[in-house]
Every structure is written in structure tokens, then in C-alpha cells.
T-cell receptor
Framework: DQQVKQNSPSLSVQEGRISILNCDYT??????FLWYKKYPAEGPTFLIS???IKDKNEDGRFTVFLNKSAKHLSLHIVPSQPGDSAVYFC?????????????WGLGTSLAVNP | DTGVSQDPRHKITKRGQNVTFRCDPI?????LYWYRQTLGQGPEFLTY????????KSRLLSDRFSAERPKGSFSTLEIQRTEQGDSAMYLC???????????FGQGTRLTVV
């Protein structure tokens, strides 16, 4: 049972435009949601997170939106750059009782075309 | 300290052999996690240490897998009698209770032939 779902396996965007990556979850007990970026043969690199009590967090070109009622979050990258091409994983963090382990989606492969 | 370090980066082994991986977390990080990632999947949780105590093991971790963190610093993950299905990227992450995100190492890519 996939608790964190990224329904789009891939996304292609033109350089300079907005990239929107989506993520849905089923467990209302998650306390943080995180986005990681991953290049082949490397470990995931943390991008941005959002607390379950917030609805928006912004860091430079990256903004994450959380809609708790819909159990949905999205990552916006604007403007998109070719160096953003990678696999993006949405992860949800369990609370302290769940040892704060991360539950991951399957990832969305983003290609930013020059 | 430049981050989480994993060794080796790549390991090719014959089926039935034992392998051991090492993870050096960021110093002062008391929480350490092992995850496994196969192609087309997100990372899957394997086990969690708080200091030297192993507090949780996934049911994915069969009896052939064992992990230790003897002094609450580095950790090892051993796989005995490897099988082809063990082929994956093994990721280590560390964090503290004061930090939201977990920091990952480069991973160890295991190929069982």
C-alpha cells in the first residue's frame, strides 16, 4: 500500500518555464513533507520541506504548497533550469512514535529542455 | 566533516557470498537510517538506530541482514548468503532530533551475479 504517491513518472519542461511536481499521501499522521532531488548513482539531496501545519514554504526558485484537506502537495520550480533535470522524490516523515522515518514516493523524472 | 560517507560505492559479489557496507554519519547526528532503493522505486526503509540502539527493523530485513552501530557513530550493514534479489542501492542517512531533513550518503550499489 503506497502511502506516498507520485502519479507522474516523468515531466518535461522548457527552460525558463515553471515545473510543477505533484504528490499525494494517505496518512494524516505525517508531520513533515520533504522533497529530495536525486541524480543517477548518487544519494538523494534535500531540497525543501514543509511542516504539516503550514500551507506554503518558499526557498529561492523552489516553493512547496500543502493542501491538507486534499492530502496533496506540490513542488514548484520557477524558472526551471537544465541543471534541475533529475528525479524528484516526495517523502513524508513519520512522527516521533514512528521513529521519524521517511516514507517515499516513486519519484518523478524531470527533464528541463534548453 | 563533509557529510554522510558510505563505503564502498560499488560492490559486485557472487550469489551466496557475504557482504558488508559501512556508513559514517555526520558527526553529532544521533539518528541513523538504512534504506534500500531498486530501479524505478523510491527508497524503502530498512532499519533505524538512535545512538547505538537499533530501535526499528523493517519486515523487509530478512534474517540474512544484520546492522550494527556499536559505538553510536559509524554503522555497518551485513548481508549474508546474498541473493540476486538483494541487488539494489543501499542508502544511509543521518539526522538529529533538531533537524527536519535527513542527510544521505552517496549510497552503495550492490550487484549480485
Amino acid at each position: 500500500d503506497q502511502q506516498v504517491k507520485q502519479n507522474s513518472p516523468s515531466l518535461s519542461v522548457q527552460e525558463g518555464r515553471i515545473s510543477i511536481l505533484n504528490c499525494d499521501y494517505t496518512n494524516s499522521m505525517f508531520d513533515y513533507f520533504l522533497w529530495y532531488k536525486k541524480y543517477p548513482a548518487e544519494g538523494p539531496t534535500f531540497l525543501i520541506s514543509i511542516s504539516s501545519i503550514k500551507d506554503k514554504n518558499e526557498d529561492g526558485r523552489f516553493t512547496v504548497f500543502l493542501n491538507k484537506s486534499a492530502k496533496h502537495l506540490s513542488l514548484h520550480i520557477v524558472p526551471s533550469q537544465p541543471g534541475d533535470s533529475a528525479v524528484y522524490f516526495c517523502a513524508a516523515r513519520g512522527n516521533a512514535g514512528n521513529n521519524r522515518k521517511l516514507i517515499w514516493g516513486l519519484g518523478t523524472s524531470l527533464a528541463v529542455n534548453p | 566533516d563533509t557529510g554522510v560517507s558510505q563505503d564502498p560505492r560499488h560492490k559486485i559479489t557472487k550469489r551466496g557470498q557475504n557482504v558488508t557496507f559501512r556508513c559514517d554519519p555526520i558527526s553529532e547526528h544521533n539518528r541513523l537510517y538504512w534504506y534500500r532503493q531498486t530501479l524505478g522505486q523510491g527508497p524503502e526503509f530498512l532499519t533505524y538506530f538512535q545512538n547505538e540502539a537499533q530501535l526499528e527493523k523493517s519486515r523487509l530485513l530478512s534474517d540474512r541482514f544484520s546492522a550494527e552501530r556499536p559505538k553510536g557513530s559509524f554503522s555497518t550493514l551485513e548481508i549474508q548468503r546474498t541473493e540476486q534479489g538483494d541487488s539494489a542501492m543501499y542508502l544511509c542517512a543521518s539526522t538529529t532530533s533538531h533537524v527536519t531533513e535527513a542527510f544521505f550518503g552517496q549510497g552503495t550499489r550492490l550487484t549480485v551475479v
